[in-house]
């Protein structure tokens, strides 16, 4: 069975992981597939908003223990340590894919969100979560360092504090509390209600300036990482090379006669063409 099922209608795509019966946890057609799958996403320009679901009881309980089966890799030789990070850092991109996609991502969860599956939610855009739903950084329960991301961007999204205590003690944070702590937007009737209002905001989002979403989105996510000195700087080079009077008039005019803006999608970045 595939990892996940891939759809779009109009801007809004959908991706949708599908194996419940391992509680969508993380395996080797997951990780071969998942970064492939989004930048293609990014790179084709039609795509406005990108909503992440999951079938079953958990959204996903993170990686697939079973990719082990051969036994736990090693670092015994130094060649063998020289390689580990390359590794690690494919599974980092694959993630990452998510955050640098030039549309915002929404993620609808339900149940368990744990290891794995918490360092992807850690790179959404925007989380709205089912009652009942929690998250667990579970890699210290299992005698290892979280490395997908979990440690490095959830300070940025609660306050340290809390970041610290779910990794020391390896406790669960309830969707309730997630949301107390802006880390997740809102908190839903059950995993239905929850994707439909992940689908309502993709719809918004969907509906404004392509060039004004993903500008904004850029702009946000340096400013997380740089100076309020060097995130104005990058402000201002961003909007002059987004800068669209055309789509300035298009909003203006569709509020003034109550309807609906036509703004055109962002361009196919040019590719390298084999000699």
């Known amino acids: 069975m595939p990892a996940f099922t891939l759809t779009q209608s109009g801007g809004i795509a959908h991706l949708r992981f599908t194996n419940p019966q391992t509680s ?40 697939d223990l ?51 599956g918490l360092d992807l939610v850690a790179t959404c855009d925007l989380r709205i979560a089912a009652k009942g739903a929690y998250f667990r950084i579970e890699e210290t329960n299992i005698g290892m360092m ?38 997740v937007n809102a908190v839903e009737a059950d995993a239905n209600a929850a994707l439909d209002a992940a689908t309502e905001a993709a719809t918004r989002i969907a509906a404004k300036a392509p060039l004004a979403i993903t500008g904004t989105k850029a ?27 055309a789509d300035i008039q298009k909003a203006v005019m569709a509020r003034t006669q109550n309807t609906p ?3 055109d999608d962002l361009e196919k970045p040019r590719e390298m063409k084999k000699p």
Not at 31 to 59: D, Q, Y
Not at 91 to 113: K, M
Not at 159 to 166: A, F, K, Q, Y
């Open 24 to 63: 969508n946890a993380m395996g080797a057609e997951f990780w071969a597939g998942f970064g492939p799958a989004v930048t293609a996403l990014s790179t084709s320009g039609t795509v406005r908003a990108l909503v992440i679901s999951a079938e079953g009881k958990n959204f996903c309980s993170g990686m």
């Open 219 to 245: 702009a946000i996510t340096y400013a997380r990482d740089h100076t309020i000195a060097d995130s104005l700087h990058h402000a201002a080079l961003t909007q002059t090379l987004i800068w669209h009077p």
């Open 66 to 116: 079973s990719m082990f089966a051969a036994g736990i890799p090693t670092t015994d030789t130094s060649a063998m340590r020289e390689a580990f990070p390359p590794f690690i850092r494919q599974l980092q991109e694959c993630l990452t894919s998510l955050e640098v996609a030039r549309f915002p991502v929404i993620a609808a969860i339900q149940g368990a969100c744990i290891g794995g």
């Open 146 to 183: 979280a490395d997908l991301g979990s440690l490095q961007r959830l300070p940025r999204l609660m306050p340290e504090g809390v970041v610290r205590e779910l990794a020391y003690l390896g406790t669960t944070l309830s969707a309730e509390r997630a949301e107390a702590l802006g880390f």
């Open 261 to 263: 803006p036509a703004f």
